[in-house]
Structures are given as C-alpha cells and as structure tokens.
C-alpha cells in the first residue's frame, strides 16, 4: 500500500523534500499502524527518523509531532493508530514563526 | 520618588493643543502593580479616557510606553509599546514594535510619553534627554516614512537620531495606518491613524541616560538563565536565526491553514516552496537585529530579478507572506518584498491593507462589486495589489475610498450582504492562521481584547506543536478555554514588559521565572512567577473591563461568517470549521476558566483578587 509522508522541519531536511510516497508492505496477519511507517521510514533514512523521534528511555519525543490524517496521534486510541492505503502521515519538529 | 532601577519613575506628558510638555511622578505602586508596556498604557487610557470618545477626536491619546528592562542588557526585552483607543475597533489596543526606537526613548529619561490634544498645523516632537521642542512639519506633510526619517535627521544634523512616524496612510486617518519606528511597524489597529488626526507626523529621540539596575547580581543570574534557555531551544538558533518569522509558513501550510483567496482555501498550493522560506530564498537575505537580541530573527530581503529587482525590505514577515501573498493570491515572492516595502513607506499594516484587498477581490471576482478604476482585481494580480495600495494610503479612487478603513467600515459602505466576505473580528482583520484547523487560536481570535489579534493569546500548542503546559489536539474543541486563558495571560506579560514574543515563546516552560528574577534585580523590588501570571491575567481583565464600558459583550466575542460555516476543501484539516455551537462551548468554557460569567462579565470578586477593585463601579448593570 502507499501512504502518503509529509516531513516538517528537520524532518523535511531528512526527506529532502516536503512531502513523498512511501511503499509499505505489510506482512500476513501484523496489521500497519503509525509506527509501522515510522520504522520504514527509519530504516529508508538509516536511524535518522527515530533519532529524532524517541529519547533515550525509547519514548516519544514530546518536542516532535506525528499526525495520522490530521490527527496527533497522541490523543488516538491504539484502534485508530491503524494504516491505509492513501492514508497522509506528517511528522513534524517543533517548529515556530508568526 | 527615586527609584532603584529598571524605572526612571517618570512620565512626560506632552499637549499639542498648547504645545507645552510636563514631567510627572509615576508613583511605585502603580509601576509594582502594571510594570509598564500593554498594562501600564491599558490601566493610564482606562482611567484617562471617558467611555465613548472618538478614537480620532482630540480627547484620544496615543501613549508609548516602555518596562523596567527596555534599555538594559536584558536580551530581546527593549521593545516599545503604542497605546490608545483603536480607530479600526473601538476598543483599547496595544501595538508593539522592536528595533532601536524603543531604547532611545527610554534613555531619555522617561517611561512613558503621553501625546494628547490635537495641533493645529502639522508638526513632529524631539525629546533630547529632558529637553522638548515641537517643530514644524509643513514640509514632511505627504513624504514617505523613510524619507521623513531622512530629512528629520538632516534638520536636527543627528544621523543617531530614533524616529517613529507616519505616512501618508496616517496622514489620511486610513484605519489601516501605522507608526513606523525605523523600519518596524507598530502596525495594527490604525495607531498611525491616531497620530494623524493630532497632526503629528513624527517623534524624534535621543537619549543619554543609562537605566540604573538595582541588584546586578540578581539581574545578570535572569539574563544568563534566558541566554541559557535560548541556548537549549530546538527552534531559536537553528530555524529563527536563519530563517526569521517565515518559518511558519511550514507547519502551518501542511495541515492545510494558510489562507488564501481570501480565505476561500479554493485551490491546492504549494505555498512553502513559492512564497514561504523556500520561495524567499531566492532573495538576496541578511540580518537586522533588534537591541541586544541574540537571535536575530530579522530578514532584510532583496529582489534580484524581474520588476521588482533592487527592491529590499525588512522582511516579508510570515504574516505578510500571507496577507500580501496568499492571501491575494500572489505567488511571485519578489512581489511580496515589493509590496511589504511599499506599505512601509506608506505606513499601512500590511495584514488589514492585504486582507482588505483580498475582500475587494473576491467581490469582483464574484460579480458583487464592479473594478470601476480598471484595477484589475483579480486573486494572484500583483500589479493590482500595489495599485490598489496607494489608493488605501490616500484614500482615492472607488476601492480606496471604500476599504480604506477596513473590511468592516467597507461592508457598513456596501451593504450587509457583503458581511460574508469580509474577514475581521471586531474590525480587526485576521493573521495568517486558518483557525478552522486551530481551535484555541480560533477562541483567542474571537475573544482577544483588541481584536483578531494572533500576538496576544497565540496558540503556540496547536500551531506548532509546544508541550506546554501540555500537549493539545489541535482539531479538539475540549480544554480550549483554559488554554486560551494561559495564552493570552502568557501574551500579557511579554507585551507588558516588552520582551519579545517570539524569545518568550522558545523558553515557554521557564519564562515567568526568568522574568521575575530579571525584573527584581533591575528594580530592586521582589516579584514572583505567580506575581508575573497575575500581571497577565490583570491586563486581559482591565481591556476587558474597558471594553466593557465601550458597550461591548459576549455577541461581539465571535468569528467571520465564513469559517463558522464553510468547511475547509483541502488537505489535513478538510471539513473543519468552527460552528456556532463550536464556538459558544469554547466562549463557556473560556468564561469559566477566567471566572466571567456567562455573559463574559467579570466578577467582582475576580476583579478584587486581581486588584481591579476600582473598576467594579463600571460592570454593566444587568436587568
């Protein structure tokens, strides 16, 4: 299936672009969620997205924000961490401006 | 009363009826209790100004107003605030601006300036230390803002000289008009309007007093903790440095909220890499500080190609990428520099004059209003907005004659059936967030004191995903109301000591503490963290109740048409508004949370516990 990435910030400067398709695969019987893409994406980009994603307890980052179709995963329940086919996922970095 | 440090104590205060200036006492307790910048100008015009004056009319009075740390070595904490009665809203209104202007004031020996009456000829003010003069302005009347800066410097033979002044945007009482200081715009709410309708066209400073500070120790321990929290900050160096207020542009681009077309959203754009860092990076680029600010955050931009090459400006500002870009439609970032500039020789905002040529575009565009000047307004006609532009500034023409004042006074012009269109609260037209995708910066729109005004209650949460005090669902309208009320009291600190928002918002975790130690050490008084939230709180409170006494409620606390039913087409945030059963959930809340009743009244008792207690004489009677 293909999802759809938008990079925000540093995350941005990972994708060298703002936004991409990503190709997943999803194996038999393990359903795609959130961070089935955020380890692909880690894997594509060689330990550059986690090391911006977790500290070092291996929890998310609270300076950094994943959303699911506009939505911060933060506040899903685990049911609606599901992925699909055509779904948008943005990562972000704290950013600021105005 | 000689003071410690931070304050001189003194305010001057000038006539322009008579031409005469006097010095003046501030007493401390008053400085304790309001500090200075938004607070102290908010609580002067409060009990300065009767309720009902006309904000153009000689009874009105312009004030700019300094804090305890304008001056010192405090980083990103020497900005001016304007205050007065706004033209373009009615209520009290708080412009700030940065630059070099501020520090001068203040090192002429006073805190505040208060400007009343009306001259009868055109004149601009010098303050050399305790020294007044008024001088004629006969011949700068009708100059551009950088050329009156020029030729003021030339008359007084002082190339150090700081001057604020106005255009020709100003001169014609445009409600769109602002003071320029150098090059930075205390832009919203038409306080060059004010300036105008006194006859004074500039303020010319130079100053030679240094601010004493009572406890350096103690001073220099909250200079060094800011430093070190800007230090830390994952966004103050690494983006703002290099990027400026621009930076925006992205996260707020990619959940779908940068507005364009007048808010219509009709189209997919990818305005990051046409007129966001991406686009501008195609410009010539250096930086302009602020006094004694580390980060810099000021873009001097200029065009290189086309027919806008040579031109530069300060910025474009994100809000002017938006209002001036997206907005309009325009997608050439050279035009934008173009525009930015123009409106700084003018001495217009640059949102409300880019909103109100948004709206006068989308009218013809939809056959409601014919271009009878041959304008060629149509969303993306650079040409047309630079035209268009000149005519707000002088008030000519059919689309300068009716928007010159704002969207608001445009759709009293043109009838009640242009009320959708027209993009303001209050009369204030809307910054660059579509808040149908950010709800707490939606309630902040709605219920700020002056208006649509993202700097005072700005949803740093939602827009750009901050933890503090805690992470928010954007799309939730759940808990906005309590966090609305952090915003703004946050907001009503930086603006009442005139530190920079954008430095207030990369240390949000630490900002009252590191304040409270720099501002006891400066005046030798002990503050609090709670003290400085209180500070906060009794600004938002004080507007509230002049507000109040001008004849506003609850019904004025309230969005544009549009986003209270047009849903969002595109992007992450399609299908998203702010209903009116959305927004009154949130104004309850918001209420509840700022202990107002239900009709957003103050309660005596709040009003006590903030030390507002003289103000309780003017709640609205009910019944």
């Not at chain 2, 590191?514 to 400085?532: C, H, K, P, Y």
């Not at chain 2, 048409?561 to 059963?581: A, N, V, Y």
Request: hydrophobic fraction near 40%.
């Amino acid at each position: 299936m293909t999802v759809e990435i938008i990079g925000v910030g540093i995350f941005r400067e990972i994708l060298q672009r703002s936004k991409m398709p990503l190709e997943i695969k999803p194996v038999a019987g393990n359903p795609v969620t959130v961070f089935t893409v955020l380890e692909t994406l880690d894997v594509l980009y060689e330990g550059q997205f986690a090391k911006e994603l977790y500290l070092e307890d291996g929890k998310l980052n609270l300076w950094t924000r994943i959303m699911l179709n506009g939505r911060d995963i933060r506040f899903l329940d685990e049911d609606k961490l599901f992925v699909y086919e055509g779904d948008t996922i943005l990562i972000s970095s704290v950013m600021a401006g105005g | 009363m000689m003071f410690q440090g931070g304050w001189f104590g003194k305010l001057l205060r000038i006539n322009l009826t008579t031409q005469t200036s006097m010095v003046e006492d501030i007493p401390e307790e008053l400085l304790k209790k309001y500090i200075g910048g938004a607070a102290l100008g908010s609580k002067i015009l409060y009990d300065e100004l009767a309720p009902g004056i006309d904000p153009l009319g000689e009874e009105n009075k312009l004030l700019y107003t300094t804090g305890p740390l304008t001056g010192t070595d405090a980083p990103s904490a020497s900005r001016l605030n304007i205050a007065t009665k706004s033209p373009l809203t009615g209520t009290v209104t708080n412009s700030l601006s940065g630059g070099h202007f501020p520090v001068e004031l203040k090192w002429t020996g006073y805190d505040i300036v208060i400007i009343e009456g009306k001259s009868k000829e055109p004149v601009y003010i010098v303050i050399k230390d305790d020294k007044v003069s008024f001088k004629s302005a006969e011949k700068l009347w009708g100059l551009n803002t950088f050329d009156t800066q020029t030729i003021i410097k030339e008359k007084l033979n002082d190339l150090e000289v700081r001057i604020s002044c106005i255009g020709p945007a100003g001169e014609n009482l445009s409600m769109m008009s602002a003071i320029i200081n150098e090059a930075r715009a205390a832009g919203r709410k038409g306080v060059g309007a004010v300036m105008g309708s006194k006859n004074l066209k500039a303020v010319a400073v130079r100053g030679t007093n240094k601010v004493p500070i009572a406890n350096e120790e103690k001073f220099k321990a909250g200079v060094k903790g800011v430093y070190a929290g800007l230090k830390a900050s994952p966004m103050a160096y690494p983006v703002f440095s290099k990027v400026g207020s621009v930076s925006a542009a992205e996260p707020v681009a990619a959940v779908g909220c940068l507005p364009s077309n007048n808010w219509q959203n009709d189209k997919e754009v990818d305005w990051v890499e046409k007129i966001g860092d991406k686009g501008l990076a195609e410009t010539d680029q250096t930086n302009n500080s602020c006094y004694r600010c580390p980060i810099s955050c000021s873009q001097v931009r200029m065009a290189k190609k086309g027919k806008y090459a040579g031109i530069s400006t300060e910025g474009p500002e994100f809000e002017t990428v938006y209002s001036l870009g997206s907005g309009v439609g325009v997608t050439n970032p050279t035009a934008i520099i173009g525009a930015d500039r123009l409106c700084d020789e003018l001495g217009l905002d640059t949102i409300s004059a880019g909103v109100a040529i948004s709206m006068a575009m989308e009218l013809v565009e939809r056959g409601i209003l014919a271009d009878e000047d041959g304008l060629g307004l149509q969303f993306g006609n650079d040409d047309a907005v630079m035209r268009l532009l000149r005519d707000l500034a002088y008030r000519q023409g059919q689309m300068g004659t009716i928007f010159a004042d704002g969207t608001k006074c445009a759709v009293e012009k043109l009838g009640e059936h242009t009320a959708h269109y027209s993009m303001q609260v209050k009369g204030l037209e809307l910054p660059a967030y579509d808040v149908r995708g950010f709800k707490a910066h939606g309630l902040n729109y709605a219920t700020c004191y002056t208006g649509a005004d993202h700097n005072k209650g700005y949803s740093i949460q939602e827009v750009f995903g901050m933890p503090v005090p805690y992470p928010v669902e954007r799309l939730d309208i759940k808990g906005k109301g309590k966090l609305t009320k952090f915003n703004q009291d946050f907001a009503g600190l930086f603006d009442t000591i005139t530190f920079c928002e954008f430095a207030a918002i990369f240390i949000p975790d630490q900002f009252q503490a590191r304040v409270a130690e720099m501002i006891s050490g400066a005046t030798g008084l002990e503050f609090t963290e709670q003290d400085m939230w209180d500070v906060g709180e009794r600004l938002n409170n004080l507007c509230r109740m002049f507000n109040l006494r001008e004849g506003f409620s609850r019904k004025d606390d309230t969005l544009p048409p549009r986003l209270m039913t047009e849903p969002l087409k595109f992007g992450l945030s399609k299908g998203e508004m702010i209903s009116k059963e959305d927004l009154d959930f949130m104004l309850d809340e918001y209420y509840e949370a700022r202990q107002w009743d239900a009709d957003g009244i103050p309660t005596p008792a709040k009003l006590t516990a903030l030390g507002l207690e003289d103000t309780i004489k003017d709640l609205p009677q009910k019944g």
